[in-house]
C-alpha cells in the first residue's frame, strides 16, 4: 500500500478543498473589544487553497484534519452532516474534526486557515533534489532490496513513517522472499533506515474500506497476514535481523521466527496489542512463550511491556546487542564470515533445527489471524485506529 496515507489523505483532505468557494466578503471586521484589524481576505483564503495544493510533503493527518475541518467550516459554517458509524474511520475523523468547531463563525475559520497554512509553509523546507541510487542499489520506493556477497538484504524504507507497513509492503516483502529463496544468496537480512527499525503494521491499513464493507476488509487483511507469516515459516535459509532501532507490533512478533536477531543498544521492543484491541499475531503466541516463558510473554504480548534490547536479549528474542555506533560495522563484518560457511551444511543444520515445529506454526498462524479478522471488527480496535488518527494517542 505504497503511501496509503498520503494518497488516502489526499483523497478525504485535499479533495475536497477543489470545490465551488462560496463567495465571501471580508475587509476590517469589528473585534468584541472595538478595536478593528485587518482579516484574511477571500483573496487570501484562496491563496492558502493554491499553497496547499502545491505542498510537496505530506503534513501529517493531524493537521490534515485540522484544515479540513477548517474548510468546511469557513465556506459551509457548523457540520450539517449525520454524524458516520463507528467503523467508518475516515468519515467518523473527519466529522469529528469538523464538529469540533461548533459554531465558530466563518470568517474566524477563514482566518484560521489562512493562519494554519502561512505557519505550516514558513516551517516547511524547499524540497532537496532527489539522491541518486548508489551503483548495485534497487532505488527509492518503501522497501529497498540489494544482493551482494551472497546476503539478501531487504530494507525498510519509509523513514518519515517510521517505517510502517503498508499493504504493498507486505506483498513486495514475500515477492523478496520469494526471490531470495530461490538466488545464490546465504543469508537473507531484514534491517530498517533511518531512527527505526519498524512501527508495525501502518495503522491507516483499515482505513480504506472496500464495497463489501469492514467484514471484507478484516477478511483480506487476516489473508494477506496469514500469507506474509507463512512465508517466514517456510522460508529455507537462514533469516538475520539487523535492529537498527525501535521495534513495534509485528515486526517484533515475526522474530520468533528468525535465526538471528542482532539489535542495536538503541532499539526497543514492543508489542502493544491490547490497547490496539488486537490480539498477537506473527506465531508469537506460541514462539514467545516458548522462548521466555508463559509470565514474561504474557507482560509483553498481553500488558504490552516494552522491552529493551538488554532485556530482550535476556529473553532470548535477541542474540546479541552491539553499541549503535558500531552495531553497522560489527554484524555485517560477522554476517559477512557466516556466509562463507558450507552452505549446504548451513541449510541441513537450519532445516533438521526447523522441520519439526513446522506443521504446529502453519496451525498457531491460522488461529492467531482468525482472532484478529474479529478483533478489527471491534470497536475496540475502531477507537484505537481513529485516536492514533487524531494523533491523541501514542504508544
Ligand atoms: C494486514 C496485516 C496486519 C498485521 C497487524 C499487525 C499489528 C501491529 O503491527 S500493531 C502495531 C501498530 N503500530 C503502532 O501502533 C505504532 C503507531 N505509532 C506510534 O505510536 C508512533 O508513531 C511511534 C511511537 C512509532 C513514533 O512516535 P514519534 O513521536 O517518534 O513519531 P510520530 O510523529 O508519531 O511518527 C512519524 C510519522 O510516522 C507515522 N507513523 C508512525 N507509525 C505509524 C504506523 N504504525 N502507522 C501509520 N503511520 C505511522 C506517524 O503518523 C507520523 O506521520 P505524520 O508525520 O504524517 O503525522
Redo the contacts with the bound molecule.
Keep these: 500500500m505504497a503511501q496509503l496515507?498520503c494518497g488516502l489523505a489526499r483523497r478525504w483532505c485535499f479533495g475536497a478543498l477543489g470545490s465551488p468557494l462560496q463567495a465571501l466578503h471580508l475587509q476590517a471586521l469589528p473585534l468584541h473589544l472595538g478595536r478593528t484589524v485587518m482579516r484574511a481576505s477571500q483573496k487570501d483564503f484562496e491563496s492558502a487553497l493554491r499553497q496547499v495544493k502545491l505542498w510537496k510533503k505530506?503534513p501529517?493527518?493531524?493537521v490534515k484534519l485540522k484544515l479540513y475541518a477548517l474548510y468546511k467550516q469557513a465556506t459551509e459554517g457548523p457540520c450539517n452532516l449525520p454524524k458516520p458509524g463507528m467503523m467508518d474511520l475516515v468519515n467518523k475523523a473527519k466529522w469529528d474534526a469538523w464538529s469540533a468547531l461548533g459554531s465558530l463563525p466563518k470568517e474566524t475559520a477563514r482566518e484560521n486557515y489562512v493562519d494554519l497554512v502561512s505557519s505550516l509553509s514558513a516551517a516547511s523546507e524547499p524540497p532537496s533534489p532527489a539522491k541518486p541510487a548508489a551503483d548495485g542499489e534497487q532505488a527509492g520506493g518503501d522497501l529497498v532490496v540489494t544482493s551482494e556477497n551472497h546476503i539478501t538484504t531487504i530494507t525498510f524504507n519509509r523513514p518519515?513513517?517510521?517505517n510502517?507497513i503498508t499493504?504493498q509492503m507486505?506483498r513486495d516483502i514475500m515477492l523478496a522472499l520469494q526471490a531470495a529463496s530461490k538466488d545464490d544468496s546465504v543469508l537473507t537480512v531484514l534491517t530498517g533506515n533511518g531512527d527505526y527499525y519498524c512501527?508495525?503494521?501502518?495503522?491507516?491499513?483499515f482505513t480504506d474500506i472496500p464495497p463489501g464493507g469492514p467484514e471484507e476488509k478484516a477478511r483480506t487483511?487476516a489473508v494477506?497476514?496469514r500469507e506474509f507469516v507463512d512465508y517466514f515459516i517456510d522460508f529455507p535459509k537462514p533469516l538475520v535481523a539487523v535492529v537498527n532501532g525501535p521495534a513495534?507490533?509485528?515486526s517484533v512478533t515475526i522474530l520468533g521466527l528468525f535465526d538471528l536477531v542482532y539489535a542495536s543498544d538503541r532499539a526497543t521492543f514492543h508489542t502493544?496489542?491490547s490497547p490496539?484491541g488486537?490480539s498477537p499475531?506473527g506465531c508469537s503466541s506460541y514462539t514467545f512463550p516458548k522462548m521466555m516463558g508463559p509470565s514474561k510473554a504474557a507482560e509483553m504480548l498481553i500488558f504490552g511491556r516494552k522491552l529493551t534490547a538488554q532485556e530482550a536479549c535476556a529473553q532470548g528474542l535477541v542474540t546479541e546487542v552491539f553499541p549503535d555506533s558500531t552495531l553497522q560495522k560489527e554484524v555485517w563484518t560477522r554476517l559477512r564470515a557466516y556466509t562463507k560457511l558450507p552452505p549446504n551444511a548451513v541449510r541441513t543444520s537450519r532445516e533438521v533445527m526447523r522441520s519439526k515445529g513446522r506443521e504446529r506454526l502453519h496451525a498457531v498462524n491460522a488461529e492467531e489471524c482468525e482472532a484478529l479478522r474479529q478483533r478489527w471488527l471491534s470497536e475496540e480496535c475502531a477507537s484505537a485506529v481513529l485516536r492514533?488518527m487524531s494523533r491523541k494517542a501514542?504508544?
Excluded: Q, R
Excluded at 199 to 205: A, E
Design positions: 496515507v505530506d501529517g493527518n493531524e518519515a513513517k517510521k510502517a499493504t507486505y512501527s508495525g503494521n501502518d495503522l491507516t491499513n487483511n494477506l497476514l513495534v507490533g509485528i502493544p496489542f490496539l488486537l499475531e492514533f501514542k504508544l
